[in-house]
């Protein structure tokens, strides 16, 4: 951002300042030399002191202000830009989409299973599939998440945020009417695996476009509602395989509602504009005219901001990450080589991210789910027989506490979140190994260990991984991190999944809970050591003051 030096005075009306230490400042400002600001210093009296600072002139009076007090101590604020929530909205939803669509596949595929194994209920021939078989009708869009994790990370910042998301919702719409219309097993797999492509590109441009196309003061919101849309189309796929569960072809319905849902995100993201800030990436890396890039770029954010086509507000925040972009890649390659993922800013960054969304998995989050059905059942509650409604029930929580985290991670911060949240992760995985080992007698401990465990695994891990990953690479190997962060994701998924029957057998279930109840300690520390809280800055923050 480029600095001003306007003079300034002291009015009534307070604009609160960040500082380096635990003073509270309110300041207004006309336009005047010098700066006077009322600093409150806990349990001493207050008193007045005048500072030197240059403000930069933002639109309607907005500001961002440096000062240094005479003592030497920097004061700064934090940036805001003015938005309105409903030229926000559009840019959040056609994304979001993707995040749902995933989440949808999950909640559909519990019920299909059923369905489609059904003498009575699948309206096929073939309905006598081998566990093996059955497993790849399951699991086949979760190979197909991990192929297009692989190809997103060559190919995503040569096709942008934007055109990466519509070959997903593409993808999304072929692999679900394939699977719908399937005339045998072989092209059930098919779709079931192009599908699972369409996840893998989602779950990697979602999150790049949200963050870097939403205001820097809303992005932990917006991300973490993208996690409410995974739950809630979750949510979406159990209600559709209880309502046609006595369908005879039930499954096909099943899986051929994700085909609309997708044909309206392909539309949504057609009619939005490209990621402003991969547009000046590009011009950086020198594959097209600076000059072209900016203006293409300032069209772009007039269109997300619903401003004039061109405006000057656009073109100042253009100017100025323009220039953030030539600072940052000063005798540097503009464009990361295919390994500097793992090298210098960007290994830190792949640390962080990487590490949360493994310990995401690995702390046992399919496993403790699998278990949810037996566990409700054991407690007494008599809908539990049902599958079906266990798992609208859990959904139901889930997006319960998923709102919590969407309404808080830009108060709160990630950090505590993070910590809450996998502190009692850790206590649940505990309790639930004592229930199996000596607790067996009292089924609400079993109970209340399970809902807890979902309750802090949707206010922690589960949206805020996600919300680190899509924030903390740098801009020029911000798509690859993110691709080898979501291969990480969901391969580590995979793992867990497959490793669960064997280790369960091996250990029995009290020594698995308590095993993964070890690994959520560990994560816990890995959280308190290394995890540092980005909520208030923006991207370029992030990599100036966290990375460097």
């Known amino acids: 951002m480029a600095w001003y030096n306007p003079t300034v005075t002291l009015s009534k009306p307070p604009l609160l300042i960040r500082s380096k230490s635990l003073i509270s400042n309110s300041c207004h400002f006309t336009a005047k030399k010098v ?16 500072f030197l600072g240059k403000v930069a002139l933002l639109p309607k009076g907005m500001l961002r202000l440096k000062v240094s007090a005479s003592s030497g101590e920097e004061v700064e604020s934090g940036y805001l830009e003015e938005f309105s929530w409903s030229s926000v909205i559009l840019p959040f939803i ?10 949808y596949d999950i909640g559909a595929t519990s019920g ?25 009708v399951v699991s086949g ?79 932990g919101t917006l991300i973490s509602l993208k996690e409410l849309a995974i739950v809630l189309g979750i949510l979406l796929g159990y209600f559709v ?42 011009a950086i ?15 772009a954010l007039s269109k997300l901001r619903g401003r004039p086509a061109g405006d000057k507000v656009s073109e100042k925040q253009i100017e100025d990450t323009i220039i953030s972009l030539k600072t940052a890649y000063t005798d540097e390659e503009a464009e990361g080589n295919f390994l500097e993922v793992l090298q210098g800013p960007s290994l830190k960054a792949f640390k962080i991210g990487g590490g949360l969304v493994l310990f995401q998995q690995i702390t046992g989050q399919p496993s403790v789910l699998y278990y949810a059905g037996s566990i409700l059942q054991s407690a007494g509650f008599s809908a539990a027989a049902d599958a079906a409604r266990v798992s609208v ?34 206590l649940s995985l505990f309790l639930l190994s004592a229930y199996y080992k000596f607790l067996g007698s009292y089924p609400l401990v079993a109970a ?25 690479f740098p801009l020029r190997t911000r798509g690859k991190g993110i691709s080898l962060a979501v291969l990480t994701n969901f391969g580590s998924n995979a793992i867990v999944t497959f490793a669960f029957s064997p280790l369960k057998e091996l250990l029995g279930a009290e020594n698995l809970f308590l095993l993964f109840g070890v690994i959520a300690l560990l994560s816990l520390l890995f959280v308190v050591t290394s995890v540092p809280e980005t909520k208030g800055l923006t991207l370029e923050e992030i990599e100036s003051k966290i990375l460097k």
């Open 35 to 50: 700066i006077q600001c009322t600093r409150n210093y806990p349990l001493m009296a207050r008193k007045k002191q005048n």
């Open 94 to 103: 056609f994304p979001a989409l993707g995040g749902l669509l995933f989440g």
């Open 112 to 136: 299909a299973t059923i369905s489609l194994k059904s003498p009575a209920l699948s309206g096929t021939t073939w309905y006598n599939l081998s566990a093996v078989q059955l497993g790849l």
């Open 141 to 219: 869009s979760l190979y197909g998440a991990l192929i297009g994790s692989i190809l997103a990370y060559p190919f995503a910042d040569f096709l942008g945020r934007r055109r990466e998301l519509i070959i997903a919702a593409i993808l999304y719409l072929s692999g679900g009417s394939l699977t719908a219309y399937a005339p045998g097993l072989g092209a059930l797999l098919l779709g079931r695996l192009v599908y699972g492509l369409g996840i893998g590109l989602a779950m990697h441009g979602a999150p790049l476009y949200i963050a870097e196309t939403c205001p820097s003061q809303i992005r």
């Open 241 to 282: 395989g209880s309502y046609e569960i006595d369908v005879i072809g039930g499954w096909r319905y099943m899986f051929g509602l994700s085909s609309p849902i997708a044909l309206l995100m392909g539309i949504g993201m057609w009619t939005l504009p490209p990621s402003p800030r991969w547009l000046l990436l590009r």
């Open 285 to 299: 890396q020198g594959k097209g005219p600076l000059q072209e890039y900016k203006e293409k770029a300032i069209g």
């Open 393 to 426: 029930v859990i959904g139901i929580f889930k997006s319960l506490m998923t709102a919590v985290a969407v309404l808080k991670a830009d108060d709160l911060g990630r950090r505590p979140l993070l910590i809450g949240g996998v502190s009692g992760i850790a």
């Open 448 to 472: 209340s260990a399970l809902l807890l465990y979902v309750g802090c695994y949707q206010i922690s891990f589960g949206p805020i991984s996600w919300l680190m990953v899509s924030e903390i």
